[in-house]
């Protein structure tokens, strides 16, 4: 998991400089399961989480300031810090399947300078464009002290309905977010839940209010592949 | 053995102080989250049995992985045994204090000390902090650090978590007189 940077800075076009003490920390969390209720997944998956500890560019201003420099110095930056961490991790673009995204915010902050950091083009469009993806990524932002664990949502990064996909991976910073600090954090997967069968979409009967009573859901039954 | 999951944390710290870590202090945890071998048997007198047959094994699954997630030479190293709530903290020992667990990291890292460790017994998602010291010069205080670990859901109460971790460095912005200067 050790990271070379593929992207260089210098790529994402005259982005303002930074101090050198924007970023404080690092963490990433991967996690590989062997066994679910005793069963190996019939898809083997790998989901990680990579959380970046920024300090907040907007503590102290009010809550008219317009954001948009900050975003556009600091969002491309955690962008590419982010998903090479993440590809490193999950074992190169095309082995993602699922994606999502959140923010932790110092209790000086404000839930928005979270979204600001996470739901701009800035980051958002770049994160999509290096893990290769074409939907909407999913989120979860929250205000904490540091330690919060994080619960990141997940879904197909192509077909955001991909119901076999809809998981969640945690992340958390033991010593972050400081009050004056935000965590940001990119999440990924290589694949389904562990053993995914409670059908999809295409196979779903027309549920509604009316018909739910007499409407049966459709068998997800697999044969049990233990010896 | 039955492993439920492997999970790998790798911690860069890059600024401390307000100055920058440069290169970047790494630390890298890989966790194998197992069934406890001595679950649903009451009190067991003798672990010897278990401990032949699960410790060298996963002292083996879990050495390479975490000299990988470094991805270079450990400076420090440590590991944990954190024992579900039905287990006792006994079997936790058993499997990680023994030359059979730990001479696989020692002989991956050319380590040459005993593994400092943490035992603890705890519900999934409880918090524990590994202590690191040197490999090969536990009295090398630069190099004394712990890293806090969470697992979200493990280990459950049959279960048993157990760790290694290694750290490519000292603490970050460690700047402390030698033991030696106090002798």
Redesign the interface.
Same mark, same amino acid.
């Given at each position: 998991m050790t990271v070379e940077l593929e992207r260089p800075l210098e790529a994402l076009g005259a982005a303002p400089e930074l101090p050198l003490t924007w970023l404080r920390r690092i963490v990433v969390h991967r996690e590989e399961v062997l066994l679910e209720n005793g069963a190996a997944p019939a898809v083997p998956a790998v989901q990680a989480s990579v959380a970046a500890v920024v300090r907040n560019p907007w503590v102290g201003t009010p809550a008219t300031r317009d954001l948009a420099s900050e975003v556009e110095a600091v969002a491309p930056r955690l962008a590419v810090e982010l998903t090479d961490r993440l590809l490193s991790a999950l074992g190169g673009v095309d082995a993602v399947e699922a994606f999502g995204k959140a923010a932790v915010v110092g209790t000086r902050g404000e839930i928005e300078h979270g979204g600001a950091l996470i739901h701009t083009p800035w980051f958002g469009n770049l994160v999509r464009e290096f893990l290769d993806g074409q939907s909407i990524i999913c989120f979860a932002d929250t205000r904490a002290d540091a330690g919060e664990s994080l619960v990141v949502p997940m879904w197909h990064k192509n077909a955001a309905a991909t119901r076999s996909h809809y998981q969640t991976v945690s992340a958390r910073v033991p010593d972050g977010p400081r009050a004056d600090e935000i965590v940001v954090v990119v999440a990924g997967s290589t694949g389904p839940r562990p053993h995914a069968r409670i059908g999809d979409r295409s196979t779903d009967p027309t549920v509604t209010a009316a018909t739910a009573a007499t409407v049966r859901p459709v068998s997800t039954h697999r044969e049990d592949p233990r010896p | 053995m039955? =492993?439920?999951?492997? =999970?790998?944390? =790798?911690?860069?710290?890059?600024?401390?102080g $307000?100055?920058?870590v440069e290169p @970047?202090a790494r630390v @890298?945890v890989v966790a194998a989250v197992i069934e406890n071998p001595w679950s649903g048997q009451g009190y067991v007198e003798d672990l010897g049995p278990g401990i032949d047959a699960h410790a060298s094994d996963l002292g083996a699954l879990l050495a390479p992985r975490v000299m990988?997630?470094l $991805?270079?030479a450990p400076e420090a190293f440590g590991k944990a045994a954190i024992v579900g709530l039905d287990g006792e903290i006994e079997h936790g020992s058993a499997l990680i204090h023994t030359l059979k667990f730990g001479d696989h990291f020692r002989t991956a890292a050319s380590a040459t000390t005993l593994l400092p460790a943490v035992e603890k017994r705890g519900p999934a $998602?409880v =918090?524990f902090d590994i202590p690191l010291k040197h490999v090969t010069d536990a009295t090398i205080r630069s190099h004394h650090q712990s890293f806090?670990v969470?697992l979200?859901d493990a280990p459950h109460p049959g279960e048993i978590v157990v760790a290694l971790a290694a750290a490519a460095q000292g603490r970050p912005q460690q700047r402390l007189a030698a033991l030696s200067t106090e002798q």
């Open positions: - | 039955n =492993v439920r999951k492997i =999970v790998t944390v =790798v911690d860069e710290v890059l600024t401390e $307000g100055r920058p @970047a @890298a990988e997630a $991805g270079e $998602g =918090v806090e969470r979200p």
